[in-house]
């Protein structure tokens, strides 16, 4: 039986991959944590492979906006929205960790997105998990964070350059910490997986030659948590035809 930590209990929870989290009762850096999303996680928080599933109170909707195109190949197959400079803007979504210690929050996060999971003891590849946190007193950031201009918070940066696509802008950045500070979070953290295909490669080579993978990102589109927005997501919907147009207009 899977037993989730909450104050007053010694358990930690343990998840569907058999990783045990840190007990947060052990826990002095703890946290109130905020998970941003805008893709199948505000209405899927369930892994369909493994059923790792995030642990959260519901998505509700923000006045943050990320750049997001739909330009990755994911299983199934279908094509999935990440962050990408060159994306539009969309709304983000957001929910509250039920874990306070950031660690535990990010390996929840990337169980869910199906990232590596690399051993009971190691737990998730963390490296498409972001986040901002506030440095709490006497706190000091860590090698791989960078200071926010202007703020007491620090970032998480890429690992590497292939990574740069997926990095936020200055004004989102701060965008996000003022939302933080308005609803008390001293943390906030993002999936941020790289797109792996170009929107006409998509559109002229996979979508309009693949029935399957039209069909499955269709159904993907259809359940963003605010549906079809961009002219490539209008004209996937409507079907081939309207892909090629668009194809030939971009």
Known sequence: MV???????????????GYQYTN????????????????????QREN???????????????????????TRQSKGPRLTAVIDIHGEPKRVW???????????ARNNVAAREGSPFKGHRKGYDLSNIFYIKKLLPGQKKD?????????????????????????LDDNTVHDIIQWAEQYSYSAVLWASFASNISLNEAITKLLHNNNKLLKNTQKYVRNLPDGAQSAFEHALLAGKK?????????
Do not use: C
């Open 3 to 17: 037993t989730f930590l909450i104050k007053g209990m010694s358990q930690p929870y343990i998840d569907a991959n």
């Open 24 to 43: 947060e009762m052990e826990i002095q850096n703890i946290r109130k944590i905020a998970i941003l999303a805008y893709g199948s996680l505000v209405r």
């Open 48 to 70: 369909n492979q493994t059923h790792a599933r995030l642990e959260s109170t519901g998505f509700i909707p923000t006045e943050i906006y990320f750049p997001i195109s739909l």
């Open 94 to 104: 957001a929910a509250t960790s039920k874990f306070t210690f950031l660690p535990n």
């Open 143 to 167: 090698h791989n964070e960078a200071y926010i201009t202007g703020s007491s918070w620090v970032i998480r940066l890429p690992v590497n350059m292939q990574q740069e696509n997926q990095f």
């Open 242 to 250: 309207s892909l090629q147009s668009f194809a030939r207009n971009h």
